[in-house]
């Protein structure tokens, strides 16, 4: 099918070419249809959000390409994303949309991985926040009591330890919580569900899942929101999360209750990991080689629909109060956010092994 | 109530319907042709679903995901192919039917069942929705793991006369499911460092692989018409609707209970048939027929399966959790539309549920309607002689099975699942015991381990778990026991029960065959894992004992008790399987449609014997089937090596 549409594509390309030389000049030439790889299944967060996503690109886009979203699920996006690093064309048909899990077993050295980021660039980063809330019976009533938390055993239901969960649990052990994950939820909404049975003491939830389904715990009592992950500022600063005013970050309860800033391979791995997995949450990439006017044509695109209002109104909704990152800024701090040094490396494979006897 | 009328009322507005019926056509093709589910159906209807008054959307979507378990009756029944997971217990006895040549009455019996379970699961939902949260709040995961051993006790009603080879079946199942990420750690177990097994083998793949392939490999070597005796087609349909209104307590017991377990997220709807049926085995005073043509085994699971679907709405939109694969789509449309699952769908958006709630009742009336009016003209196609229908039904198998994963390994793990299906098959193994373990399997694992972090060793005295396990006691184990009893006291046994004595005595090289490949694979398992973890390898362990307990009493059987020797026929049915890896590895390193073409005109010509016009429309059939499959619903094939040049040559004709 794709070869079809390439087929199809390049001789429309060459006959505009013959026909109207002059016209060519002017608007760089997408291919009709875009071919969106989504390694997740179907209604995931991550597909949901592309969703949203390709009808704002398919209007600011020139000439009005038809964005399909192609799912191809498996090995948590590993297999999606491999495959489109060896099969994806450079010719603006083939674009990717990736996850913190796409990000992660790359920082984590999976060896099932076959990509690297050298080949593609970021053309749209998504930020996410997230915040942690425990259960009333705790007693705790906001960050000021977390003193009350120590000594008490928290069960926490997680998806596993190298998930978009790795770094609050490094947020958890910093600040001295003891928590016990209890591992093989399928998603983070089971993971929640598991909260509202009382089975776990704890629970995080990123932005968009926290305003819909946990604000209402909160609302209700159920359940007491302690701190926010916090986003990363342009300077590269973590500082409050613009949908969580009100809650402190994990650096400001860490400051409460120790009485100075995180610091440490500890901290260092915490940053990296928050970088990639909640600053780039959400990321399209194109190849590299892709020719450059193409590439040029998808920047000026992506900055106009940042733009536009109806996709801002959208973003609000579906994604948060949260501002996108493009361009050459976006390329240079996921580079950043993903490399991770030799020494970082052995620390969390080292921690990993110790905490969940997890085998990197 | 003023809501749920209000619901109603807009519902039957013409656009309302007019996209309601949209999404119920779009869901039957979807769960007609195997192996497509949500996915396909999702990207068809997407482009309308953006920007849609949400009503009307949620609509459509309903539309789509409740026909699903109507429609795959069709290939269940008629081809043996599982359409979706859901209907595979329809399998079990439809398939027989259609081969008996009362394919008609398998069907309509099936699309009123659905229909009927899709009502009243509908009903259930428009009640148990405002006080569901609480109740499905009290199904802790050590709940989960009792239901999914109430799942597993099945495996008891299922396993015929031989109690082991059930058992050993099982546990074969349990262990093949945990193959993949360790949900207790996260570690992988038994990948042999292939990529494909790292997610584990897809469900999708097994029941193609165990069923299906086999059923079709034994037509073929027989090489009649599926419908095997002729029958009086013209009773067919009337002869199904009088089946299950002479079985109403059935199709209500099975659609309350199918609701029910909808309604609980984490079990999900791939065994809820298999429930059903082996509920239907047990309160059946004769139960000899069923697995040979027991129209009771077609009504439970249709009854339960489109109940299912409806009862799995609940946790996902009060919770936002979706309980099975269609419902994930659901929820997805709904987060597109704007509309975010949780409490406020039954406080301030009651009256978005409630047109939920009627969208699914009268979609589940619409889609058995249009399934009843082709079931005439397409049970027919039993009575052409099956090596005609080989080509379409394997290029259906391959293209379901490629939808799974998109990779050779699908191809490669069809075959080997159904070479052992053949093997099971032939020396009469109880095929679903291995279904149910592998379905079951992570369920069982994760919520085992879940409840005991939980709760400590304390999880079995929670008053649910107490509940349930007399519940598998009551309802699952004691019936075979008592029913077993009852035909010993029997002062003369039955014609019936002779004949399966002296079958329960029968050993074959096939037997040996079996013995040997679970007992290989459970001892290598064994040593693989044997460094892991403990929260690793405990589970794997006790697949393990099963298998080998199981195979141990099976040969200590076969040493102490005398059994006669029977041949096994299954060198023709093992070169088909040579014969469908070569032919499958053809489709993805040729290119899937151009192999299509070629091999279903090769076949038909050459061993069908049919005549070049019926060979060329069939195979172009085909073609055009899978080209627009590929431009519709952006399905895709293996591209191999001429498909892109078959691809422009079609598009320069067109």
């Given amino acids: 099918m794709k070869k079809l549409s390439k087929l199809l594509g390049v001789s429309i390309l060459s006959v505009g070419c013959l026909l109207s030389l002059p016209a060519k000049a002017q608007e760089v030439e997408l291919p009709s249809t875009i071919n969106w790889t989504i390694p997740f299944g179907v209604g995931g967060g991550t597909d949901v959000w592309a969703r949203f996503v390709a009808p704002h690109l398919t209007k600011n ?24 690093f060896q099969r994806a ?28 980021f ?67 939820m399928k998603s983070r909404g089971e993971g929640r569900l598991a909260f509202e049975r009382g089975e776990a003491k704890i629970d995080f939830q990123t932005s968009s899942a926290y305003l819909s389904s946990a604000l209402d715990l909160v609302n209700n009592q159920k359940a007491v929101p302690l701190f926010s992950l916090g986003i990363l500022n342009n300077q590269g600063k973590i500082v409050r999360d613009p949908a969580f005013a009100d809650l402190p970050t994990f650096e400001e309860v860490y400051f409460k209750k120790f009485g100075k800033q995180p610091e440490g391979l500890e901290y260092t791995a915490y940053k990296k990991f928050l970088a990639a997995g909640f600053a780039f949450q959400k990321v399209i990439f194109i190849p590299a080689d892709t020719p450059s006017d193409i590439i040029n044509a998808y920047q ?43 020494e970082l490396y052995t620390w969390i494979s080292s921690w990993l092994k110790s905490k969940f006897d997890y085998t990197l | 109530m003023i809501e749920f009328l209000s619901a109603l009322d807009q519902i039957l507005s013409i656009t309302h319907l007019t996209y309601l019926i949209a999404g119920v056509l779009v869901g039957l093709v979807v769960g007609i042709i195997p192996g497509l589910g949500g996915i396909a159906g999702m990207s068809l209807l997407l482009p309308f679903l953006y920007g849609m008054e949400p009503s009307v959307g949620l609509g459509m979507l309903m539309g789509l995901v409740a026909v699903i378990p109507t429609g795959d009756t069709f290939t269940s029944v008629l081809m043996g192919i599982p359409g979706s997971s859901s209907s595979q217990a329809t399998v079990m006895d439809g398939f027989p039917l259609a081969k008996k040549g009362q394919a008609a009455r398998a069907l309509s019996a099936a699309f009123l069942s659905s229909m009927i379970g899709g009502v009243v699961g509908a009903i259930v939902l428009s009640v148990f929705i405002l006080v569901a949260r609480p109740v499905v709040l009290a199904f802790s995961s050590a709940e989960l793991f009792m239901l999914t051993l109430l799942g597993l006790s099945v495996v008891a009603a299922l396993s015929g006369g031989n109690v082991y080879k059930g058992l050993a079946a099982c546990g074969f199942g349990l262990l093949i499911g945990a193959i993949g990420g360790a949900p207790a750690t996260g570690e992988f177990r038994f990948t042999m460092d292939i990529d494909y097994l790292y997610d584990g083998i897809p469900l999708v793949v097994v029941g193609l692989g165990i069923f299906a392939l086999p059923e079709i490999i034994s037509l073929l070597v027989k090489n009649s018409a599926i419908a095997s005796s002729p029958n009086k087609l013209g009773h067919g349909l ?128 619409l889609g058995a309607l249009f399934c009843i009016c082709f079931t005439r003209p397409i049970s027919l196609l039993t009575y052409i002689k099956f090596s005609v229908l080989t080509p379409i039904i394997l290029t259906l198998i391959l293209f379901a099975a490629y939808q799974a994963t998109r990779s050779l390994g699908d191809f490669i793990f069809l075959g080997v699942v159904a070479a052992l299906g053949v093997m099971m098959k032939g020396a009469n193994w109880p095929r679903p015991a291995f279904l149910i373990g592998f379905v079951l399997s992570s369920g069982a694992e994760n919520y085992f381990f879940q409840s005991i ?34 035909q010993k006291m029997k002062p003369e046994p039955l014609a019936q029960d002779k004949e399966q004595n002296s079958m329960a005595n029968t050993v074959s090289w096939t037997d040996w065959g079996i013995i040997a490949v679970m007992g290989g694979s459970a001892t290598y398992a064994l040593i693989n894992i044997w460094d892991a973890s403990t929260l690793t390898k405990a589970f794997p362990i006790i697949a393990i004992t099963i298998v080998l307990f199981s195979i141990v009493m099976i040969v200590s059987k076969y040493i102490r008790e005398k059994h006669t020797k029977v041949s096994s026929d299954l060198a023709m049915n093992m070169v088909y399987i040579v014969g469908f890896f070569a032919i499958a590895y053809g489709y993805y390193l040729f290119g899937f449609i151009s192999t299509t073409f070629v091999f279903s005109f090769l076949f038909l010509k050459y061993l069908a014997k049919a005549s070049y016009v019926q060979s060329t429309a069939i195979a172009i059939g085909l073609v055009v089937f899978l080209v627009t499959m590929g431009r519709v619903m952006n399905v895709d094939f293996p591209e191999g090596l001429f498909d892109p040049y078959l691809l422009s040559t079609i598009k320069s004709f067109i």
């Fill in chain 1, 61 to 84: 886009l020139p000439g009005n390409p038809t964005v399909v979203i192609k799912n191809q699920p498996g090995g948590g996006s590993i297999t999606g994303t491999n495959l489109f």
């Fill in chain 1, 89 to 116: 064309k450079s010719n603006g048909e083939d674009i990717l949309g990736t996850s913190a899990s796409t990000l992660y077993p790359f920082m984590l050295g999976d060896k099932r991985v076959r990509y690297n």
């Fill in chain 1, 118 to 184: 050298d080949k593609w660039i970021p053309l749209l980063a998504s930020p996410t926040g997230g915040v942690v809330y425990v259960q009333p019976d705790l007693g705790v009533s906001s960050a000021d009591d977390i003193k009350k938390l120590d000594g008490v055993t928290l069960p926490f239901g997680s998806q596993s330890p190298t998930g978009l969960e790795l770094p609050v649990f490094l947020a958890f052990e910093m600040l001295g919580l003891d928590i016990k994950p209890v591992f093989g």
């Fill in chain 1, 300 to 342: 000026m695109s992506i900055r106009k629909m940042l733009k536009d209002p109806a996709f801002i109104q959208d973003s609000e909704v579906q994604v948060g109060p949260y501002e996108n990152i493009v361009g050459i800024d976006a390329a240079q701090y996921l580079s950043e956010a993903i490399t991770v040094s030799p």
């Fill in chain 2, 238 to 365: 009337r002869q199904g609707f009088k089946d299950v209104f002479a079985n109403l307590p059935l199709v209500g017991k099975s659609s309350i209970f199918g609701s029910l377990i909808g309604a609980i997220p984490g079990l999900g709807g791939s065994v809820v048939d298999w429930m059903t049926y082996s509920f239907a085995i047990n309160s059946s005073k004769d139960s000899s027929q069923f697995g040979k043509g027991d129209i009771r085994g077609v009504i439970a699971p249709e009854s339960a399966n489109n109940a299912c679907a409806s009862g799995s709405m609940i946790p996902t939109i009060l919770f936002g959790v979706p309980g099975s694969g269609a419902a994930a789509v659901f929820l997805g449309g709904m987060l597109l539309l704007g509309i975010q699952p949780g409490v406020s769908m039954i406080s301030t958006h009651l009256d978005l549920t409630y047109t939920i709630i009627w969208s699914l009742a009268l979609a589940n009336i």
């Fill in chain 2, 453 to 486: 972090q939980f709760y400590g060793y304390e999880w079995f005295l929670r008053p649910g778990v107490i509940a349930i396990a007399a519940l598998i006691i009551v309802g699952f184990v004691l019936p075979p026991i008592l029913k077993r009893r009852k």
